[in-house]
């Protein structure tokens, strides 16, 4: 196991709450067709890169999560709009994308096997950062090559932990992209985000974790009622502050709410 690998305990069977109330099977069609839709307008027009105005993508981002039937609820700070930032969050789910890139447009760094989706393969592969997360002497090379895009002013979007999890329990921020952000000198943007049911209590139907497949897991929101996805972008954290990678990926990870702070299944 690399650095880049780690393992979480959530797999589908022990974490995923029974599917209640389900949506019609129409409507569930009816909203992936429109993120299809939205996804495949992003390749058309990828080509133009940063013409493309960073509001029309943050609401691109945002339209893309509402089309699947999630309601979308940003709070806390603004990120800087301009400038290298290493944006971090924790990772429950593949709408965890959209929404980071709603925060501030960025540059995602992604595992090689992503280039294989449909139909988001192609979309990723415009801008993405690859990781090959099997190979942990392809690390220094990789941390090089995120500290090059930070210190070039771009945003640089990543979820430390590694590996997604059900969002009752959580991971822990993955010391390396920090060293990056130091490599380069630019700040730190941590990013939390939780997803509940409209009567506020937390849900993991939209968790894509162990064996469970994009198929499924893109079904499975398609299907849900009353989603919310709620994105809280916590005060940056100024380079210099920290004086090494440890010290400045538990500070991107601290202040848990009460249900991280104490997972349950």
Same mark, same amino acid.
């Given at each position: 196991?690399?650095?880049?690998?780690?393992?979480?305990?959530?797999?589908?069977?022990?974490?995923?709450?029974?599917?209640?109330?389900?949506?019609?099977?129409?409507?569930?069609?009816?909203?992936?067709?429109?993120?299809?839709?939205?996804?495949?307008?992003?390749?058309?027009?990828?080509?133009?890169?940063?013409?493309?105005?960073?509001?029309?993508?943050?609401?691109?981002?945002?339209?893309?999560?509402?089309?699947?039937?999630?309601?979308?609820?940003?709070?806390?700070?603004?990120?800087?709009?301009?400038?290298?930032?290493?944006?971090?969050?924790?990772?429950?789910?593949?709408?965890?994308?959209?929404?980071?890139?709603?925060?501030?447009?960025?540059?995602?760094?992604?595992?090689?096997?992503?280039?294989?989706? /449909?139909?988001?393969?192609?979309?990723?592969?415009?801008?993405?950062?690859?990781?090959?997360?099997?190979?942990?002497?392809?690390? /220094?090379?990789?941390?090089?090559?995120?500290?090059?895009?930070?210190?070039?002013?771009?945003?640089?979007?990543?979820?430390?932990?590694?590996?997604?999890?059900?969002?009752?329990?959580?991971?822990?921020?993955?010391?390396?992209?920090?060293?990056?952000?130091?490599?380069?000198?630019?700040?730190?943007?941590?990013?939390?985000?939780?997803?509940?049911?409209?009567?506020?209590?937390?849900?993991?139907?939209?968790?894509?974790?162990?064996?469970?497949?994009?198929?499924?897991?893109?079904?499975?929101?398609?299907?849900?009622?009353?989603?919310?996805?709620?994105?809280?972008?916590?005060?940056?954290?100024?380079?210099?502050?920290?004086?090494?990678?440890?010290?400045?990926?538990?500070?991107?990870?601290?202040?848990?709410?009460?249900?991280?702070?104490?997972?349950?299944?």
């Amino acid at each position: 196991m690399s650095v880049w690998l780690p393992a979480a305990p959530c797999t589908p069977g022990t974490c995923l709450e029974p599917r209640a109330g389900a949506a019609a099977v129409p409507r569930a069609v009816l909203r992936l067709t429109a993120v299809a839709a939205l996804l495949l307008a992003g390749i058309v027009v990828s080509p133009l890169g940063g013409r493309v105005p960073a509001g029309l993508v943050r609401r691109w981002c945002r339209w893309i999560v509402r089309a699947a039937g999630v309601r979308v609820r940003f709070t806390g700070a603004a990120a800087a709009p301009t400038g290298g930032l290493l944006l971090v969050a924790n990772h429950i789910s593949w709408l965890d994308v959209p929404l980071l890139a709603a925060v501030r447009p960025a540059r995602l760094l992604a595992k090689t096997e992503i280039r294989g989706w /449909p139909v988001a393969g192609p979309l990723a592969a415009r801008g993405a950062l690859f990781i090959e997360r099997d190979r942990l002497r392809a690390l /220094p090379d990789t941390v090089a090559r995120i500290a090059s895009a930070l210190r070039g002013g771009a945003a640089v979007a990543a979820f430390p932990e590694g590996s997604t999890w059900c969002g009752r329990a959580q991971g822990t921020f993955r010391r390396a992209v920090f060293q990056a952000a130091l490599d380069a000198a630019v700040p730190v943007q941590p990013v939390r985000i939780r997803y509940r049911r409209a009567d506020g209590r937390a849900s993991t139907a939209p968790a894509f974790v162990g064996d469970d497949t994009l198929l499924a897991s893109v079904w499975r929101v398609a299907r849900a009622r009353g989603l919310v996805a709620e994105v809280e972008v916590r005060p940056g954290i100024p380079p210099g502050s920290h004086p090494d990678r440890r010290s400045l990926a538990a500070a991107a990870q601290r202040d848990r709410t009460p249900d991280e702070a104490h997972p349950q299944k």
